[in-house]
């Protein structure tokens, strides 16, 4: 069995197997990236500068966590479902108050 075909679509795409300290790193990156869209997207809060510093060195940390789940498990790419519809609903709220604020004049 070849381990290549086990890889998930992102470490595939970054090539972890033939370059493992790049690709870890780019998959890392990505990783960080969709889950802060989507902390931001989803559950993001006013906060004042420190606590959100202590927030996103937590992400940081958990995404080190990720980043290895990531190889073989579609953690990526659940990331990226999850934008999606965390931005599509984002779009839509912003269009049902804005239509709720046409009807109120």
């Not at 090539?15 to 559950?43: D, Q, R």
């Not at 510093?53 to 080190?64: D, E, M, P, Q, V």
Request: net charge positive.
């Amino acid at each position: 069995m070849d381990i290549t075909e086990r890889l998930s679509f992102f470490p595939s795409l970054y090539n972890v197997i033939e370059h493992p300290k790049l690709g870890m790193w780019m998959l890392y990156l990505t990783i960080l990236a969709l889950s802060i869209v989507v902390y931001k997207l989803g559950f993001a809060k006013k906060l004042p500068i420190i606590k959100s510093a202590i927030i996103y060195l937590f992400l940081a940390f958990g995404c080190t966590v990720l980043t290895f789940l990531g190889i073989f498990l579609p953690v990526a790419e659940g990331l990226v479902v999850a934008a999606l519809i965390l931005i599509i609903y984002k779009i839509r709220l912003h269009q049902s108050k804005k239509q709720e604020a046409e009807n109120m004049k």
